[in-house]
């Protein structure tokens, strides 16, 4: 499990080592650009091809998974994977479609109809690999949530200022995001409930906007 590993030992657990390890958070990171790519620029791309971007972001989120399914075929894991991900969906395969459900279903509002849909991403893309490192600098579970709550208020917050986002999802979304990482389950990982579980919790809150 994910959470579990993380919590032991992430780096031996890593293909590289501390490369692996320093490599898959920074792609992780970088997923936040997705949803940038996303609200200002996939209209134009899916233009040239005849698409909308909806067609666009369930292809690619199709295309990753038929990718995934041959790698678990293969049994093999890439750079900075764990190595128990050669028998299980990985969490990068987990987040790209938690990631692709979110820019979906996610309500459009505000500045390039961002304001949910981006931070909804960026805390799972800053929050999730953050909550690692606490856990693996030896934080007590107190310390790492109230961290993470407020590494995702301030993303919220930021949203607010940047994306006209109602200021007060912060209070709502911050919490939430750190709890539906804490689930230990085998059948999905937390790279999926960190955005599946706060995208339902703002589709709730969307009528009270």
Same mark, same amino acid.
């Not at 987040?95 to 304001?115: D, N």
């Given at each position: 499990?994910?959470?579990? !590993? +993380? ?7 890593? &293909?590289?080592?501390?490369? =692996? ?10 997923? !936040?650009?997705?949803? !940038? ?16 971007? *909806?067609? %666009?972001?369930?292809? !690619? %989120?199709?295309?990753?998974?038929? /990718? *995934?399914?041959?790698r678990l075929?293969?049994? /093999?894991?890439?750079? =900075? ?6 028998e299980q ?5 987990? @987040?790209?479609?938690?990631?692709? /459900? ?7 509002? @505000? %500045?390039? @109809? ?17 909550? =690692? +490192? ?9 310390? %790492? ?10 993303? $919220?917050i930021i949203?607010?200022?940047?994306? +006209?986002?109602? $200021? $007060? ?6 919490? /939430?995001? &750190?709890?539906?990482? $804490? ?18 919790? &703002? ?5 009270? &906007?």
């Amino acid at each position: 499990m994910e959470g579990m !590993v +993380e919590m032991t030992n992430p780096i031996e657990q890593s &293909v590289g080592g501390m490369g =692996g390890h320093i490599f898959r958070r920074a792609i992780h990171i970088a997923m !936040v650009l997705i949803p !940038v790519l996303y609200y200002w620029y996939a209209d134009s791309i899916a233009e040239k091809i005849n698409f909308d971007k *909806e067609r %666009v972001a369930s292809l !690619v %989120v199709f295309t990753l998974l038929i /990718i *995934e399914a041959g790698r678990l075929k293969l049994g /093999i894991t890439i750079y =900075g994977q764990r190595k128990y991900e050669s028998e299980q969906m990985s969490a990068l395969a987990w @987040g790209s479609l938690g990631i692709g /459900i979110s820019l979906l279903m996610a309500p459009e509002y @505000g %500045v390039s @109809g961002a304001a949910f849909g981006l931070p909804l991403i960026a805390c799972l893309s800053f929050g999730d690999p953050f909550l =690692g +490192e606490l856990r693996r600098f030896g934080l007590s579970d107190r310390n %790492v949530f109230i961290g993470g709550t407020a590494l995702c208020a301030i993303i $919220w917050i930021i949203s607010w200022q940047w994306l +006209e986002t109602p $200021w $007060w999802f912060a209070i709502f979304l911050a919490p /939430i995001t &750190v709890a539906a990482e $804490w689930p230990r389950l085998r059948w999905i990982d937390d790279n999926a409930t960190m955005i599946l579980i706060p995208l339902f919790a &703002v589709i709730l809150l969307f009528s009270f &906007v």
